[in-house]
């Protein structure tokens, strides 16, 4: 006899949608998933995270949040403050050039320093947290495409998971074990500094909702073939 396969439950089926959106966009590993409770607010959920010291998903959460622009900002403060501190590993001159190309994207986000952040991260690795951080800037732009082709444009939230990995990479590159875990602390209490300013976590979460399906909207117009001109 056949055993019918069994279909895990949705976790976040019980959340409106624009939170449902932004917990399955930060995809929280066992342990997050444990603390979910759909009657609470996301902002309840996030500090249950940090109490129980759970920060890979609360930082993923918060990356999850962000605009693009915001999020790359954080990351690139959380790489170069891990360049810096006691146990880090020191930046070399690709790792620099990197963090110097990203902040230039930073304050200036056009397509010139979109690709120069890009290629300074491909020298200094894309293994790497600012090699990371300079994909993220090159994905939060118009096109993938070389710049004297026609624009293609990335997919909706293709920088995110990057900006989540490098700061998780950003703080676990410490040689000193004890200092992983209030890294990770420190880089959130940094990232839940902008979602403050965006509002709070309520306000943040409905933006980043509205901006996606703005953005998924426009690539689904964008990549879609033109109709076969009826003969």
């Known amino acids: 006899m056949t055993i019918p396969p069994v279909i895990a439950p949705d976790p976040f089926a019980a959340y409106p949608p624009a939170s449902r959106w932004l917990l399955e966009r930060s995809a929280p590993d066992e342990d997050a998933l444990a603390l979910l409770d759909p009657r609470q607010p996301i902002e309840t959920l996030y500090n249950a995270w940090i109490a129980k010291e759970l920060f890979p998903a609360a930082l993923r959460l918060i990356a999850a949040v962000l605009p693009a622009r ?91 998971p990057l900006v989540a990995g490098a700061i998780l990479l950003s703080a676990a590159s410490n040689q000193k074990a004890e200092q992983i875990m209030p890294t990770m602390s420190a880089f959130a209490a940094q990232g839940m500094e902008i979602v403050k300013r965006l509002g709070g976590w309520e306000p943040a979460v409905q933006l980043a909702y509205d901006t996606h399906q703005r953005l998924d909207h426009e690539y689904t117009r964008a990549t879609t073939p033109a109709p076969t001109p009826a003969r």
Do not use: C, Y
């Open 70 to 160: 915001e999020s790359v900002w954080w990351a690139w403060v959380s790489a170069r403050h891990a360049t810096q501190v006691v146990g880090g590993a020191a930046a070399n001159a690709d790792v620099h050039k990197t963090l110097a190309s990203i902040e230039q994207w930073i304050v200036r986000p056009d397509d010139d320093a979109r690709r120069a952040a890009w290629d300074a991260g491909t020298a200094a690795g894309m293994d790497t947290p600012v090699g990371m951080i300079a994909a993220a800037v090159f994905l939060s732009g118009n096109s993938v495409a070389p710049a004297n082709l026609a624009p293609v444009p990335p997919p909706p939230g293709a920088a995110m």
